[in-house]
């Protein structure tokens, strides 16, 4: 589960640089990185970004390659896929703390990005902690 994560999120590095740069498009995905776990809508984002919505979604996705609601649920995703790994948070408060509003909306994406469900990759991720900290057999 784990390595499907890891492909999933491109073995977890970010990209080394976003193409055709765009000062706009870049001040849209800031925003929405740093208020993912908002309810956000594209005219806010596009007034963030000096853009009417029509040509933010336009700029956003020639310059980022996805759509802003596309980034947004990543972003969120994310936030949830580090909540789940680095915290004992329910998973309902780790679906209502990174921004979704509907739990099964939360599960479907989930398992449509990484491939597992929550809990699976929960299980999976204290799984390998045991095994990384249990001592060796001798």
């Known amino acids: 589960i784990l390595t499907q994560v890891r492909r999933a999120l491109g073995d977890g590095e970010a990209p080394a640089t976003l193409p055709r740069q765009d000062e706009r498009a870049r001040a849209a995905a800031s925003c929405i990185e740093t208020r993912s776990a908002e309810a956000l809508t594209l005219d806010e984002v596009a007034a963030v ?3 009417s919505a029509f040509h933010l ?3 956003f996705r020639e310059a980022i390659g996805v759509t802003p609601h596309q980034y947004l649920m990543r972003q969120r995703l994310l936030h949830a896929l580090s909540l789940l790994r680095d915290t004992r948070l ?3 408060d780790v679906a209502f703390d990174s921004g979704w509003a509907d739990l099964s909306n939360f599960n479907r994406a989930f398992r449509r990005e990484f491939g597992c469900s929550p809990r699976a990759l929960r299980d999976e991720a204290k799984l390998h902690r045991r095994a990384s900290t249990a001592p060796p057999i001798a």
Do not use: C, N
């Open 90 to 92: 329910a998973i309902t």
């Open 49 to 51: 970004a000096g853009l």
């Open 57 to 59: 979604l336009r700029v």
